[in-house]
């Protein structure tokens, strides 16, 4: 297969990661003969500062001519601390999302054996955890009217959702839940905001139409809780945009690493795939960023094109990798295996798991030549 890839590296430690899944995507093109090509735009605090915008035009017709898009990282504290900057990195990101109608947002969530130690969590608490939160990105709070008055005394920002919002994205949780464990759950506040109200109504409307799966519904405040106390209850979760966000940091932590989460973004045409992960920026260019959620949002652009076999290939590797302790200091910290090393240790691993000789053996008692 063709496919033609724009890349966003971005800000911080976007381009270490984001150089990393390109490696592990020319493994797979190699060895399944694709044809992967690149082509890289600015976007973020970088654009800022070399075109004043965060999404310049040539960017966004970068993304819109080519299949997919490969997204790194952004943000820079400099605009963190400076409220009143007039352009922020974030506002490019926010712009794609919209102007490519990515409206859903799926991010995977799993404990992986080899990390339940890494977890503050309890061990019996996580172990076997699995679940994937669909979560609604173009709309709510942070695309609703922002204003602040003159005096700079009075600020608001408005949360609207439609009808044809809720259900587009709600149908989508639904399929998913039929390939899984069957189960949605309906993250919102729907004792207090009207639009919650709106996303119950018209998700319970539409789960009529899936009836081999079950639907429940949590207030956000108590989703929080119990995503810590008990992780496992949850298969399919669907929420708004802001909710949404929220509460997949806080499951990141089931994870081990927020270094580990992959995502992907998708419409009625595009498709974006981004680790949840930000610029992280005190370690840029240290070599010490976990590649990992990067390279598993490769994994699910080439889910996105029905390469299965191919992502599954790149989620072995990875989960080889972790077994193995080839991981960044986030994981271990005793790790020396830098982001260099976790990428091409998944890349020689794809190429060269066939050759039992090589793999996973020596890498075991330290023979291998690649790391
Ligand atoms: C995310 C990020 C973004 C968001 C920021 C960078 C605008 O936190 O993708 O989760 O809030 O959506
Ligand atoms: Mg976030």
């Known amino acids: 297969m063709k496919l033609n890839i724009a890349v966003l590296s ?5 381009p270490e990661v984001t150089t990393q899944s390109i490696k592990v995507l ?44 490969l997204f790194g990282a952004i943000g820079d504290p400099k605009y963190d601390n400076d409220p009143t900057a007039k352009v922020r990195p974030e506002q490019g990101l926010l712009a794609l999302r919209k102007a490519l109608n990515l409206y859903t947002n799926v991010r ?9 130690d890494k977890s503050p969590l309890k061990e019996e608490i996580i172990k076997g955890a699995d679940m994937v939160i669909y979560r609604e990105l173009t709309s709510g709070i942070y695309f609703g009217k922002k204003s602040l008055n003159a005096a700079g005394t009075i600020a608001s920002d408005v949360c609207t959702y439609t009808t044809e919002e809720i259900s587009r994205i709600t149908h989508e949780a639904f399929k998913t839940a039929q390939t899984r464990r069957k189960k949605v759950t309906l993250v ?30 949590l207030f956000v405040d108590n989703a929080a809780m119990q995503m810590i ?3 496992k209850q949850f298969d399919v979760i669907l929420t708004e945009n802001m909710f949404g966000d929220i509460i997949s940091d806080e499951a990141s932590v089931i994870g081990g690493s927020i270094g580990l ?45 029905n390469l299965n076999e191919e992502a599954d290939d790149i ?30 240790f998944i890349k020689e691993y794809i190429t060269n798991s066939d050759d039992l000789n090589v793999y996973p053996t020596n890498v075991e008692v330290g023979q291998s030549t690649i790391i």
């Not at 919102?188 to 519904?217: C, G, H, M, P, Q």
Request: hydrophobic share 40%; aromatic share 6%.
């Open 10 to 14: 971005g800000d911080g430690v976007g």
């Open 26 to 69: 020319n493994a797979i093109a190699k060895k399944y003969h694709h044809d992967f090509q690149y082509e890289e735009a600015l976007m973020g605090a970088i654009a800022i500062d070399k075109t004043g915008e965060p999404l310049p035009k040539e960017t966004l017709d970068v993304c819109l001519k080519n299949d997919a898009i």
């Open 108 to 116: 995977p969530i799993k404990a992986y054996n080899a990390l339940l």
């Open 188 to 217: 919102d506040k729907a004792n207090v905001l009207e639009t919650s109200r709106l996303w119950r109504k018209v998700v319970t409307e539409i789960a009529k139409e899936y009836s081999d799966v079950s639907l429940d519904f």
């Open 229 to 231: 106390l008990n992780p």
């Open 261 to 305: 989460l992959a995502s992907a973004s998708t419409g009625d045409n595009k498709a974006l795939f981004e680790p949840i992960h930000g610029s992280y920026p005190q370690a840029k260019g240290k070599g010490i960023a976990n590649p990992v959620a990067s390279i598993l949002s490769a994994a699910m652009l080439l889910d996105h094109f």
């Open 315 to 344: 989620r072995e590797a990875v989960e080889e990798s972790i077994a193995l302790g080839v991981c960044t200091a986030d994981l271990n910290t005793t790790s020396t295996y830098s982001t260099d090393n976790v990428g091409d």
